[in-house]
């Protein structure tokens, strides 16, 4: 039996979207369905840009360099700058075309991809402890929300000194929160644990003029019955 969630049941202490949003979720296959019926609790059904990477805000930041699994090569923690900048140019076109106001971040418990870019840091125990006091994989979350809210605060600042006109009404909202494996939705505090990067980098994403190679088939040559 599938239980079906009353809006009683979300965290609403927040501010409402003010017009179309871009969602950012985790790939996880568990979580779809939970997440459109969230947004649809939160008046946004059809108003919603969705971007999906895996680890949601982690993902976002490529990972983390301190706690990353070893590259093959050079034994260093690995990062993924190519999901940067693949969220960075979604997020700049969602601005383009449906003018979003607002970032929503859904990270979830038991996320796999936290163990995989994060090794031991992203593993946390089946349940959450019952002292939300000690709850670290809410913790780590949250922490990953604060950074990659940081780094959005640092994009608009960029693109609005890039192209002032283009950008004028580029002003994002953000809002993060924790799902639970039943798809209870809270709300998620960022938490700000470290200072803005004076060079902040936005991933690698950028046009290119390369044109791909174009293979050409040979014409095949058929035997003609004489
Ligand atoms: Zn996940």
Redesign the pocket.
């Known amino acids: 039996m599938k239980l079906i969630r009353l809006p009683s049941e979300f965290d609403a202490s927040y501010t409402p979207a003010r017009g179309p949003a871009l969602l950012l979720s985790?790939?996880?296959l568990r979580f779809m369905d939970e997440i459109i019926m969230f947004m649809d609790h939160d008046g946004l059904t059809n108003r919603y840009d969705h971007v999906t990477l895996?680890?949601?805000a982690l993902g976002a930041l490529g990972g983390d360099a301190k706690y990353g699994p070893p590259d093959k090569k050079t034994k260093t923690p690995a990062t993924f700058p190519c999901l940067t900048g693949s969220f960075f140019a979604h997020l700049d076109w969602a601005y383009q075309l449906h003018h979003i106001k607002d970032v929503y971040v859904i990270e979830?418990r038991d996320?796999?991809?936290?163990g995989l870019m994060l090794q031991a840091e992203g593993k946390f125990p089946p349940a959450p402890p019952a002292d939300p006091a000690a709850d670290r994989e809410a913790d780590v979350h949250g922490r990953y929300a604060g950074r990659l809210q940081k780094l959005i605060v640092q994009w608009v600042a960029h693109k609005k000194a890039e192209d002032a006109a283009k950008y004028k009404d580029l002003d994002l909202g953000f809002h993060s929160f924790l799902m639970g494996l039943r798809g209870e939705v809270s709300v998620l505090p960022p938490v700000d644990d470290e200072p803005p990067s004076p060079a902040p980098t936005w991933g690698s994403c950028s046009p290119t003029a390369t044109t791909p190679e174009i293979a050409v088939i040979p014409p095949v040559k058929r035997k003609v019955k004489a």
Do not use: L, P, R, V
């Open positions: 985790c790939m996880d895996a680890g949601s979830h996320c796999g991809a936290y």
